[in-house]
């Protein structure tokens, strides 16, 4: 392959240090469209989120479709089945990267999916495709999502790392690719890939006779639609028990303006009460709080009016 990797090494201290150095994680993930960061997690944590998901990739079937592939194991609810993988979710690094790309377009971004994959011995080369193509709109100018793809084993050449095709997210959306125009993800167990939404890539074909295992973490613009059905995944009764941090990036928060509320408030009214007669209160952006303010400088407040 001809394309060298953005990659950065080194522990998650030092790794994290490189955000503010030339050039960036985030540098690399928008020239490129993604950056490695080389054994982030120490082996403890890996071997636990192995210990944590096994019994899951042990009682799950395989896929059945030729995107998901049908030798390959895939399920998702991760922070329910893996109270590891929460840490990961809001690893300080991976938000400050979101942070920037996606905190600009809108109030608030969220976990679109969380995802176990194990390719077994066999599978062969995913179809490539770009992420963001989930949402059937017009794409440019702004990213939809930001996926972080964990090595839960050391990912080669051979067992069907990722494929990826470095800038292709300038490019038009093709399925018909220059294999040696892209570049193979390698990377040890305990590495991080970052990845843009419109990056075109794929699941290599794992040629091995040993599986590969991954934890894929998405997130995506608070204002779409997620991929994985957080409020049945993870309704308001199992939620609660998870950090707040984690809650909000399920979508237990409102959007503004006014999106996804319960009862016309933020959702997370529902850890304190399931009540269907709440008042509606407005949770409208700034710049909207000011626009009616001024709109209705002149007149008397409804809760003012004499009777």
């Known amino acids: 392959m001809t394309e060298p990797f953005a990659s950065i090494s080194g522990n998650a201290p030092h790794a994290a240090a490189r955000v503010h150095q030339s050039p960036t994680p985030l540098d690399l993930l928008r020239a490129n469209g993604y950056v490695i960061f080389d054994r982030l997690l120490p082996d403890e944590s890996v071997n ?11 009682a799950t079937p395989r896929c059945r479709g030729d995107f998901y592939g049908w030798n390959t194991t895939r399920f998702g609810s991760v922070p329910l089945k893996s109270p590891a993988s929460q840490a990961l979710i809001l690893h300080p690094l991976m938000l400050s990267l979101l942070d920037a790309v996606l905190g600009p377009h809108c109030d608030w971004y969220q976990l679109n999916l969380t995802q176990a994959v194990r390719l077994h011995p066999g599978e062969r080369q995913q179809v490539p495709h770009r992420d963001e193509e989930m949402w059937p709109c017009p794409k440019g100018g702004i990213e939809y999502l930001v996926n972080v793809m964990w090595a839960l084993s050391d990912f080669t050449a051979d067992n069907g790392a990722t494929l990826l095709w470095p800038r292709s997210q300038f490019a038009r959306l093709s399925r018909e690719l220059d294999l040696a125009q892209a570049t193979v993800a390698a990377m040890p167990r305990g590495s991080a890939l970052v990845y843009l939404g419109s990056l075109t890539h794929c699941a290599g074909a794992n040629r091995s006779d040993r ?62 009460t399931a009540s269907h007669t709440l008042p509606a209160v407005d949770a409208i952006p700034e710049s909207s709080e000011r626009e009616l303010r001024e709109f209705y400088a002149h007149e008397p407040r409804a809760d003012r009016e004499a009777p």
């Open 48 to 58: 636990q989120l192995n210990a944590q998901l096994d019994p899951w990739f042990t």
């Open 211 to 272: 599986p590969r295992t991954g934890l894929i973490l998405s997130y995506c613009l608070g204002w779409l639609k997620q991929y994985e059905n957080a409020f049945l995944s993870y309704p308001p009764a199992v939620a609660r028990q998870f950090p707040p941090a984690l809650r909000d990036l399920l979508g237990y928060r409102i959007h503004r303006p006014n999106l996804g509320g319960y009862e016309g408030q933020d959702p997370a009214v529902l850890f304190r």
